[in-house]
């Protein structure tokens, strides 16, 4: 392969469209540093509390922090597919999205470290329904770009990443584990790190709404993968959070399965009612679109 034109020195830089706004609020909110928060208060807070809340933590910990490595080690065949095809606005976002889900390992690892002192092995909190989809689901779909990069398979990476892994499971995830810490009032250094990293994954699941939507707009015909990859993996994802439900009775911070399952459900409908208007719009419609839900803080 060999270039034949470059987009900075022939039509230039598209600074208006929304991968661009998304690097530029990159570059102003995802700059933050793992290694400067303050556990102090939360090593303090640690032992204080009791073996069921500091389990409940733990298991959700384990499955986050695992989380966080299997989307660092697989989003790079997606970044190599849109390279490929000189899209460099959205590779110069996605160089941001990179570097976040790893500062965002770098972030789990530190407070397993430092505040927990865990004892290098967790998996045995990932259960069945985890292994399908961050051992088995999310690294098949990204992997396979590697050999099939067409809009299809994108369509499929992108709602498994950032739909279901990003957007059911670490979005609810964090917005839970965040208001439990919240009402107890505890660990605010990890307080501190979930609320920047929420941030971080706005962006990332705006982008994967807008990707999908592009390619829904390019090709309506797209929209039977987007159901079938969801009806593959809707429910394995509400498994997970379902049987981290399970192992408690009563559950530690008055945390309610119903509260988890709403807000994903909220989510998840709000995005593919826009992914679901994109089939046939033009790309200027989607700009549009994808731009409203930036500013209306959705990333
Ligand atoms: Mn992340
Ligand atoms: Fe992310």
């Known amino acids: 392969m060999i270039h034949e034109t470059f987009a900075t020195t022939s039509r230039g830089l598209q600074h208006h469209t929304p991968p661009m706004r998304l690097y530029e609020k990159a570059k102003r909110l995802g700059i933050w540093n793992p290694s400067d928060i303050d556990f102090s208060q939360d090593k303090q807070d640690w032992p204080r509390m009791s073996e069921a809340e500091r389990d409940v933590l733990l298991r959700l910990t384990a499955m986050f922090q ?3 490595e299997a989307v660092t080690l697989d989003l790079l065949p997606l970044i190599m597919t849109i390279a490929r095809e000189g899209r460099i606005e959205e590779e110069m976002y996605l160089t ?6 790893a500062k965002h390992t770098d972030f789990f690892n530190r407070f397993l470290r430092e505040v927990v002192q865990a004892e290098p092995d967790l998996t045995r909190y990932h259960g069945p329904d985890y292994h399908t ?19 299809a398979a994108q369509v499929k990476a992108a709602v498994t990443y950032n739909m279901i892994v990003e957007g059911v499971l670490a979005e609810t995830g964090y917005h839970a584990y965040f208001q439990a810490l919240e009402r107890g009032n505890l660990l605010p250094g ?15 699941i705006a982008y994967g709404i ?19 990859t969801m009806n593959d993996l809707l429910m394995p994802a509400l498994a997970v959070v379902g049987d981290v439900f399970e192992q408690y009775d009563p559950m530690p911070f008055g945390l309610r399965l119903e509260d988890f399952i709403d807000y994903a459900t909220n989510q998840f409908n ?12 033009t790309l200027d419609e989607v700009y549009r679109v994808t731009q409203q839900a930036i500013e209306a803080g959705d990333a």
Do not use: C, N
């Open 133 to 151: 989809i961050f051992y088995q689901a999310l690294p098949q779909a990204l992997l396979a770009l590697q050999t099939d990069p067409s809009p």
């Open 96 to 101: 941001t999205f990179l570097f976040e889900e």
């Open 66 to 68: 695992a989380g966080e």
């Open 190 to 204: 990890q307080r501190q790190g979930i609320a920047l990293l929420k941030q971080d994954e706005s962006r990332h």
């Open 270 to 281: 709000k995005r593919i009612e826009r992914i679901e208007k994109a089939r046939g719009a």
């Open 210 to 228: 807008f990707l999908i939507s592009r390619l829904m707009a390019e090709d309506p015909s797209l929209w039977h993968v987007v159901e079938e």
